[in-house]
C-alpha cells in the first residue's frame, strides 16, 4: 500500500509496510500513481503525451521496479499475522495515570472530566492509595524495568502534599524491586510556585503546562470558578518555569476549539512568548456544544496545518524553531512494530487510578463505570473487559484496512472511538481526517529538514 501526495513543491510517496518515505520527480510521480495497475507500454505512451522523453520514462521505470525489488515500494503487508500474535501475548503493566485530585481550580467550560469531578465527587487521593499504587504498579510491572507514573487530575497541585509523598515512596522502591520511575506532571499553573517548580524540575521526567494560547482565546474557556480568564496568571509563571527548567523536558499544551479555527496563531503566539515545546490538540465534545468542531471546519483545520509546518520550517531554517508534539517522528529509530499495531495500551500496560484506588483503561473512561477494571487492592477483577483492550488494534478495525496511516495510530484512541461509536472497535472519523493530515504534513516538514541537511553537507 502507497500514500501519494503534493505539499509545499514536494512530491512525497509513503510506502506502508517498508514506512520508506520517497520524495520524487513529476516523472516519477506520475508512474508509481498508474504502475501497480497500468501495463508498462501503456505507462510509456501516456507519459509520451505529457512530454516526457522516452529515454527518462524508461530510466524512471527501471528506478521504481528495483524501488520494489528492495522492497521499498509497493511492499506487501508482513504485519497482519503479528497482530494475531499480539492478541495473545501475556501484558505486564508499564504506566499509570493517577488521577490524585478529582477537583480543580478552574472551570474550564470543554473540560471532559466535568471540570475534574469526572461526573463524580470532589476528592483527593490519600498518601496510603497513591503507595498501594506505586505497590500495584511494582507487583504488575514483568520484566519491565522504567515504569511511568502521570500524575493527572482535575489539578494535581490540589494534592500537592500527597504528590510529594507518592514520589519519595516510589523512589524509596527503586532500587530493591531494580526498577526505575519516571514521572509526568500536567498542571494549569495556577498554584506554581517557587518550592513547586523546585520540586518539579528534581522529580518529573516530564511537565505538561496547560495553555490555550492568545489571552482573548485562552480566557473564553479556561475560567476560574468566578468566571475570571486565567492567562495573565498563568503565563508569568510558566515562563519562569521553563526558565529555571533548563533543558528538561516539558510542553505547553493547548486544546483548540470552533471558536479559534486558525489555530496557528495560538501555536506561534505560544512559541513567541518563549516556548519551544508545543502541542495543540483538537477539542473532544459533545458535537451540540457551540464550541465543537465540525466536518465543516476540515478544510480550515487541513489549511491550518499546513501552514504550521510551513512556518515551522522558516523558523528553523532561521534557528527559532520549535518542536510541535504532532509533527515528531523518527524515519529511522521509530517505534517498534508491536506499539505501531497496538498503540497506547490503554487497558493493559496503561491504567488509570482514581482517588479512591479504582482502576479503569485511561483516564478518559474514568467515571464510566461500564469501564471499571477492577482496584489496586484486588487487581483486575474484569479479565473479559482487558481482554477486549488486548484484542483491539489497527488490524481489528475494519474501517482501518485499506488505511495507509493506519501503522502511525494504531487504530486512533479507544476513548475517542467509544464516545463517537459506543465502541472501542469503532473509529471517530474526525480524528482520522485531522491525523492523516498531521502526518502528511510532517513528513514535509522532514522532508524538507533532510534536505536543508544534505545541501548543507553538500556545500
Request: glycine letters at 6%; proline letters at 3%; hydrophobic letters at 35%.
Amino acid at each position: 500500500m502507497i500514500h501519494q501526495y503534493q505539499l509545499n513543491g514536494y512530491n512525497i510517496v509513503i510506502d506502508t509496510y517498508s514506512g520508506s518515505v520517497h520524495v520524487v520527480d513529476d516523472l516519477a510521480y506520475e508512474i508509481i500513481a498508474l504502475y501497480e495497475h497500468t501495463a508498462p507500454a501503456q505507462i510509456m505512451s501516456l507519459m509520451k503525451e505529457k512530454h516526457f522523453t522516452e529515454e527518462s520514462i524508461r530510466d524512471t521505470l527501471s528506478e521504481v521496479e528495483q524501488l520494489k525489488h528492495k522492497g521499498l515500494l509497493f511492499t506487501e503487508d508482513m504485519y497482519e499475522e503479528l497482530s494475531i500474535d499480539l492478541k495473545k501475548r501475556t501484558t505486564y503493566v508499564k504506566a499509570l495515570c493517577l488521577n490524585v485530585a478529582h477537583t480543580c481550580n478552574l472551570s474550564c467550560e470543554y473540560c471532559f472530566a466535568s471540570q475534574g469531578k469526572y461526573n463524580g465527587e470532589r476528592a483527593i487521593m490519600s498518601v496510603e492509595v497513591g503507595q498501594r499504587a506505586i505497590d500495584y504498579l511494582l507487583e504488575h510491572s514483568g520484566h519491565h524495568r522504567n515504569l511511568d507514573i502521570d500524575f493527572f487530575g482535575g489539578e494535581p497541585l490540589m494534592a500537592w502534599k500527597v504528590v510529594k509523598q507518592i514520589v519519595a515512596y516510589a523512589r524509596s522502591k527503586e532500587k530493591a524491586w531494580k526498577k526505575q520511575f519516571r514521572f509526568t506532571f500536567t498542571t494549569n499553573g495556577m498554584l506554581l510556585d517557587d518550592e513547586v517548580t523546585a520540586f518539579l524540575n528534581e522529580e518529573m521526567y516530564n511537565v505538561v503546562l496547560s495553555l490555550d494560547g492568545r489571552k482573548e482565546v485562552h480566557d473564553r474557556l479556561r475560567t476560574t470558578v468566578t468566571g475570571k480568564g486565567s492567562y495573565d496568571h498563568i503565563v508569568p509563571k510558566f515562563r519562569e518555569f521553563i526558565q529555571k527548567r533548563g533543558d528538561q523536558e516539558y510542553y505547553v499544551r493547548g486544546t483548540y476549539t470552533r471558536n479559534n479555527v486558525d489555530f496557528t496563531n495560538d501555536i506561534f503566539h505560544i512559541a513567541d512568548l518563549g516556548f519551544d515545546k508545543i502541542s495543540m490538540e483538537p477539542v473532544i465534545c459533545d458535537p451540540r456544544e457551540p464550541y465543537a468542531l465540525t466536518e465543516k471546519d476540515i478544510p480550515e483545520i487541513y489549511e491550518q496545518y499546513e501552514i504550521l509546518a510551513k512556518e515551522m520550517i522558516t523558523r528553523s531554517a532561521q534557528g527559532n524553531g520549535f518542536t510541535f508534539y504532532h509533527y515528531m517522528l523518527d524515519l529511522s529509530e521509530g517505534p517498534c512494530i508491536q506499539k505501531r499495531i497496538t498503540g497506547c495500551g490503554s487497558g493493559t500496560e496503561y491504567l488509570a487510578v482514581t482517588p479512591t484506588g479504582e482502576l479503569f483503561p485511561c483516564h478518559q473512561f474514568v467515571g464510566d463505570e461500564a469501564y471499571s477494571m477492577g482496584n489496586i487492592w484486588e487487581g483486575i477483577t474484569r479479565p473479559e473487559l482487558q481482554g477486549q483492550f488486548k484484542q483491539s488494534n489497527c488490524y481489528t478495525k475494519p474501517a482501518c484496512k485499506d488505511c495507509w496511516a493506519k501503522l502511525y495510530c494504531s487504530g486512533g484512541c479507544p476513548a475517542n472511538a467509544l464516545h463517537a461509536t459506543g465502541s472501542i472497535n469503532g473509529i471517530y472519523e474526525f480524528s482520522c481526517d485531522v491525523f492523516r493530515k498531521r502526518i502528511e504534513c510532517s513528513m514535509m516538514a522532514k522532508v524538507a529538514e533532510s534536505i536543508r541537511e544534505l545541501e548543507a553537507c553538500d556545500a
